[in-house]
């Protein structure tokens, strides 16, 4: 593929990656009472790329959209939150895939659950308190199912997408 | 799209880390004990609450931004804040040791834990 083309694919999926957040920021506050509990849409671009081409460009587009995302809707300290989790969530993401022993969806659900460790630890170094792990539970939980729900997106995205590139 | 054999191992991972947190937090306040709600800013214990029936009480909490917490027949809650995302008022009320309402943009965090009989 060339370059022009690969840089085109990659600012589209950063592009729908801030969409997703925004729609995420826009939901009413979550059933579930859990401190800024996110569903991980934007994950499905991110894991997408990871497939479709390599585990640095899917960083790239992490990174920007985090730190798009973080400018236009939430603040700085999401950001710190969102940073920690998302670096950690990726690592270990891009680690289970080079293995092969796992599907997408699968290293999806890793990756929600990371992501979600991340940020109980980002939160609790700002708070100064370890009480942040109460909401380690439902967190664990909304992982799973949120996870796998991300994985089974991005699985057809790069099903329906890698014949086209 | 398949799932593979070792995928189940990190579909565990999760429920794993549930259990363990939930066992931890049941061993650490087995027993009947009295209840306080410890409000902390930057981890500096500002108030230490005790909780029972009978008592209602508004506190103001001055960090960051202004926080009003509310202790009603055994439960806590943050009632109203002024920092712009709100989660720790959405969480509403917490009454259970172990339970917590974490307001970062404050630095401010109320958990409920177990205080000696002492001098109440």
Known sequence: ?165 | MRLKKWDILLFLLPIAIAAVSIIIMILINSGESSRAAVVRIDGETVYTLPLYDGLNEEIPVNAKYNNKIVVSDGSVAVVSADCKDNTCVKRGYISEIGESIVCVPSRLSITIEKIEEAGK
């Open chain 1, 1 to 165: 593929m060339s370059k022009a083309k690969k840089t085109a694919f990659l600012a589209a999926f950063t592009a729908a990656a801030v969409i997703f957040s925004y729609v995420e920021f826009l939901l009413p506050a979550p059933i579930i009472p859990i401190a800024g509990f996110k569903l991980g849409l934007s994950n499905v671009a991110v894991l997408s790329v990871m497939y479709l081409f390599r585990s640095r460009d899917a960083l790239a587009v992490m990174i920007l959209r985090t730190a798009i995302s973080c400018l236009l809707f939430s603040g700085i300290l999401p950001l710190a939150m969102s940073v920690c989790g998302g670096m950690l969530s990726f690592a270990v993401s891009a680690l289970l895939k080079r293995t092969g022993k796992f599907s997408i969806i699968g290293v999806s659900v890793a990756g929600a659950t990371f992501h979600n460790i991340g940020q109980c630890a980002a939160a609790a170094l700002i708070v100064q308190s370890a009480g942040v792990a109460a909401y380690l539970p439902w967190l664990m939980v909304l992982s799973l199912v949120c996870g796998a729900g991300v994985g089974v997106a991005a699985g057809f995205i790069v099903k329906n997408l890698r014949r086209a590139l």
